[in-house]
């Protein structure tokens, strides 16, 4: 019975990439990276992703790496970044920290990620209820969080069409629009501090994009 239905499983799925490897990235283009993403959150969503070589993927990526895109994310334990773009063992770099802010050694990471290991996207990740941006919306202060959440604020503070009393976490619309801000003026920020990245990007070597993971669908959805 264990076998028949392993046997139903594997007939419903698609077996994936070891990994990415160095000629398949060399031919990649920002614009076949971000569909492939989407791809693979739309096969995430579906509940069928596909069934990935962890054991060839180790043996493969153990002499070397070659990633698509590097992923900046929160910190949240609901967005694991690899299943929610269905990717396998060496084909993403994933930052991750608190309201998916990009401090110096974040872009430093990034300017690696792509200049020196050739990765053609960069994708700053929000996703809904963010505890982090609450915390900014509420002026909250905790040890060295304070300071963190300090530089999620000039994005709530760019939010405009909300009286004073309506910009708190309660308002759940207020909150959508300063997470939304938040990606926004992250990746605003990477740009004016690496030379790096936006001469990639200006050279139309990677691209800089963000996006929303919805917490209850597991959708992806791309900011303009």
């Known amino acids: 019975m264990k076998h028949t239905v392993a046997i139903i499983v594997l007939a419903f799925a698609t077996i994936g990439d070891a990994q990415?490897?160095?000629?398949?990235?060399?031919?990649?283009?920002?614009?076949?990276?971000?569909?492939?993403?989407?791809?693979?959150?739309a096969r995430f969503v579906s509940g069928k992703p596909h069934v990935h070589d962890i054991k060839g993927s180790l043996t493969k990526s153990a002499a070397g790496q070659y990633p698509k895109a590097v992923i900046l994310s929160c910190l949240d334990s609901r967005v694991p970044v690899e299943l929610v773009f269905d990717q396998g063992i060496g084909d993403i770099f994933v930052g991750r920290v608190a309201g998916n802010i990009a401090d110096e050694d974040m872009i430093g990471s990034m300017e690696f990620g792509t200049k020196a290991s050739g990765a053609r996207l960069i994708f700053v990740l929000g996703h809904t209820a963010c505890g982090a941006v609450k915390g900014a919306c509420d002026g909250v202060e905790l040890g060295k969080l304070t300071g963190l959440l300090a530089?999620?604020?000039?994005?709530?503070?760019?939010?405009?069409?909300?009286?004073?009393?309506?910009?708190?976490?309660?308002?759940?619309?207020?909150?959508?629009?300063?997470t939304e801000e938040n990606v926004r003026e992250t990746i605003a920020h990477i740009r004016a501090e690496s030379a790096v990245l936006s001469e990639l990007e200006?050279?139309?070597t990677i691209k800089i994009v963000g996006g929303i993971y919805d917490l209850e669908t597991g959708k992806v959805t791309l900011l303009k």
């Open 202 to 204: 200006t050279a139309g």
């Open 151 to 178: 530089k999620i604020k000039p994005a709530v503070d760019a939010v405009p069409g909300y009286k004073a009393e309506e910009r708190t976490s309660k308002n759940s619309a207020f909150l959508e629009k300063a």
């Open 20 to 41: 990415t490897t160095k000629e398949e990235q060399s031919a990649l283009t920002p614009e076949k990276v971000l569909a492939d993403l989407m791809a693979g959150n």
